[in-house]
């Protein structure tokens, strides 16, 4: 499995605290069956910054000593780039990295609201053939009172990227079904664990694609998992599969009725 969000590079945000941290976390990644993933330290957010030749950087020696170790996990370079006025222009300054060098980019947006400024920004991302994905919409309060709103930013060029932690309810019931709720709508197109710490957040990706398949199918399952290959591949993302998800409410019923 890939997973395109983590903060595993050590000392660097609010991520793994020093390398015994994010070799644990590389070890409970592999346990998982992830064979790469994306590091994506925080920028912009007012607190960390994590310029793009630092993260490269990072993770050129991370890869490095995985090598050494023998830990059969790769890294690839990446960010979540908090939503700032300045941010074309760090992307012309090359201050920002794409994710594993593709044309999608990680943007994170302040968990209150959506910006007015984000519709012109997804615009202009896309002149510059780049594809923003947003993280985490489910955490966001506008979207979580009024999904429309992401609806709006798919339709005028975006992405989105769901946290196997909100699937799995690790941030509570609403969030939970909100997510849930986006991705039966067809609003989110990837799946990343946004692992922090091993125990207190760690990746639960291969958890998550088993409920995804349980409750929506398993075309729904090899979607998400394609398209996390798709990003390594630089290749648009697949078209959502036909088949519509089977509702929560019934598989609720049949399922205390088999008591499974
Ligand atoms: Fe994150």
Redesign the pocket.
Known sequence: MIDI?T?ILPGVDDGAANWNDALNMARAAVAEGITTMIA?P?HANGRYHNTALEVVEHVRHMNEQFMAMGVPLTIQSGQ?IRLHGDLLEAWLRKELLPLAGSSYILI?LPSSGIPKEMLELIHELNVMNLKPII?HPERNAEIVRYPDRLAQLIEIGAFAQVTTHSLLGDFGRRIEKTAWSLCRSGLIHIVSS?AHHVERRGFRLRETYDVIRERMGQPWENYFLNNAQRIMDDLPFESMPEEKPFPEGVVQRLRSYFRI
């Open positions: 969000h903060h994506t925080h979540e994170e993280a946004d």
